[in-house]
């Protein structure tokens, strides 16, 4: 039985209490163009390891307060 894992986050919510940090700004602190924070944003998008890492710096906090994930049996 495969497992899929959704991956979820709360980068919108966390660039709110961010002084309303802007994408373009989010994106230039994580190195990548506002279109891709605004597809992993909406969960089209996972990011590589090293983004995600990227982004909770730029957040200044630890990866699974901005990512989580839930397994799913098929």
Known sequence: ???KFK???QVRT???F????TQQELAEKAGVSR???MAIEAGKYAPT???AFR???AFNCPIT???SYEIKED
């Open 1 to 3: 039985m495969a497992k």
């Open 7 to 9: 991956i979820t986050n």
């Open 14 to 16: 966390l660039r709110f």
């Open 18 to 21: 961010e002084n309303e940090m």
């Open 35 to 37: 279109q891709t924070i």
């Open 49 to 51: 390891l090293e983004l």
């Open 55 to 57: 982004i909770a710096d």
């Open 65 to 67: 307060k901005v990512f």
